[in-house]
């Protein structure tokens, strides 16, 4: 009985640092607001670096990954915390496997089309975020995977190639592209900012450009950033790959051939919107 009872005031406890600043989110939360969505392996989780690298920026990753009974009251408490911590921004990620149900509305969220929207309303500041290259995409899910999604400076990696199935390469590009462009008509009439990982995030030179480009866009002066996230894989897929010739053959005759062999991402043509709206 009395484990029961400790166990019971063990979990409001948590239920209470969990949401409670949801409580004040209207007084405290930090006036620019912004939402990273993504389908994931575009180099959000670079982005979240380096916007949370800002002195007055909290910017933080899936809040939505482990699934919250009150979503929007998740957000806003996190938001909370951000302003009573005196920072002047606060963002996070949205993956859209994070708030797409196949089987219909998501409790909290519900009609997931309408989902971008319903943010932009209350105040967030829409920032998609796309990939190029849906055939890199791809097996950048397949590297994660099997091996680590995101690697650090002092981590002490070296990457060797990998042997991916062709098919289920094919399989991961062709659903990658279809989420790609769900996510893209569920924003279409929703005022965003598109940023690309070849043009954005792919080249280090462009990382502060990217920053100062968000800042302008949520509303606050930028900053120098910084970030401890490092690019293991290599940009050419028959570098990244031991069986290139056996992926080159299944997709030669497809859509997807001019992706397989460029010697630099950034050199796809792009089939996607790239202005803000």
Request: glycine share 8%; aromatic share 8%.
């Amino acid at each position: 009985m009395v484990a029961d009872r400790s166990q019971l005031l063990s979990s409001f406890g948590r239920r209470i640092r969990t949401y409670g600043p949801a409580l004040v989110g209207r007084y405290c939360a930090p006036a620019c607001r912004f939402v990273i969505l993504s389908t994931g392996r575009t180099g959000s989780e670079l982005l979240v670096s380096l916007m949370d690298s800002h002195p007055r920026v909290r910017c933080e990753g899936e809040l939505l990954a482990g699934g919250h009974g009150l979503p929007t009251e998740y957000v806003t408490a996190r938001s909370a915390v951000a302003g009573l911590q005196g920072m002047e921004a606060y963002g996070w990620k949205l993956l859209l496997s994070q708030f797409r149900n196949p089987g219909g509305a998501i409790h909290g969220i519900g009609d997931p089309s309408g989902y971008p929207a319903r943010l932009h309303a209350m105040g967030y500041h829409l920032i998609l975020l796309l990939r190029r290259n849906p055939v890199h995409q791809a097996l950048s899910y397949i590297i994660g995977s099997n091996r680590q999604f995101h690697y650090r400076t002092g981590d002490g990696m070296t990457f060797a190639p990998i042997d991916v199935d062709p098919v289920d390469l094919m399989a991961a590009t062709w659903i990658i592209e279809a989420d790609t462009q769900l996510l893209q008509s569920f924003v279409r009439d929703v005022p965003h900012l598109v940023l690309t990982y070849e043009d954005a995030l792919l080249p280090s030179a462009a990382h502060q450009v990217t920053v100062d480009r968000v800042c302008e866009y949520i509303g606050i002066d930028s900053a120098p950033m910084r970030t401890d996230l490092v690019k293991l894989t290599p940009t050419r897929l028959r570098e990244a790959v031991s069986n290139f010739a056996a992926i080159a053959e299944l997709f030669s005759k497809t859509r997807y051939a001019r992706f397989l062999d460029v010697d630099d991402e950034r050199s796809c043509e792009c089939s996607c919107e790239s202005t803000e709206q």
